[in-house]
């Protein structure tokens, strides 16, 4: 079968990097929503823990139950609030905090300017009386930055919306309050961290969108694909490959079938405009649900070595070409 090899070294080199950014192992939060963003959710929250990372952030509480042992605090960004004393929830509207159950921990929230999630600035003061009135303890307050990972003066558009809502929950009484907004692009790109955390997702997994006219921190890919040779095969020049025959040998040549596919959560792509493996090698026609055809008799492939390049390929992002892998694929740490 198919199987994903996670380099440990690659990701405490990235973390690492974050943390000579913060000035602190402590100040990093791991978000290893959606199972890590496909890398696996226990294996890097205990690979986390053991380089020292004492805070995470996932999607749900059933997430959080899987890795709680590791960490300090874990904040959960959508689900039911209840009280737990390692779990935090994020508020993102009114009824959160109506909904939520007395004496649980909260991190509020606060649409500076995405229009996604979180209290509108509106709401704001609204948000914190309903706080106090529903005995729940504010931990956290936190943004998301639409923008950290383009040119322009958006980020510092929505830093400076973000400090007068720190100002506003200061006057509002509440003290102890971790602040947070930088996620990977923001802390790639900052000169002065000056927050209690940072969640950092991507950057972690070895990953760095922002265009080169920034700064470029050197960060290394945590997970290589591979696949495992089925069947091996001649065919003579002329003859076709694959549903429906997209590829048409040039020559006589010797291919072979490997056990990944679009059931797999790898993309299907283009045969016109074929993708080209970590080794070189290019696919041979058209992805099937179960395999891949390439000019190789090698036991195992090395399919992708780098989301970044393979998404660059195939005209999408590195996030969506991990996340996209089955969870079933199995993993092995090197």
Known sequence: MAFITINRQNFYHNLNQIALKTGSVEKIAIVLKDNAYGHGLELMGRLASEFGIKHAVVRKTSEAVLIKPFFETVLILGDTIVKDERYSFAINTLEDIKNAQKGAKVELKVDTGMHRNGITLDELDEALELIKENALELIGVMTHYRSA????????????????????????????????????????????????????????????????????????????????????????????????????????MRVSTYDLGYGDGWCRGDAKNPYITGEGLPILGRVSMDFITIASEKEEMCVMNDAQVAAKQLGTISYEITTALSSDIPKEVI
């Open 149 to 252: 990972d383009e040119l322009g003066s958006e980020l510092f558009w929505q830093q400076k919306q973000f400090e007068s809502v720190k100002q506003r929950v200061k006057e509002a009484g509440f003290t102890g309050v971790r602040v947070h907004s930088h996620n990977s692009a923001t802390i790639l790109r900052t000169k002065h961290f000056d927050e209690d955390l940072v969640r950092v997702g991507i950057g972690a997994y070895g990953y760095n969108e922002l265009p080169d006219s920034f700064d470029q921190l050197e960060l290394r890919p945590v997970m290589a694909l591979h696949a495992k040779k089925v069947s091996s095969r001649v065919v003579k020049a002329g003859e076709r490959i694959g549903y429906g025959g997209e590829y048409i040998a040039e020559n006589e």
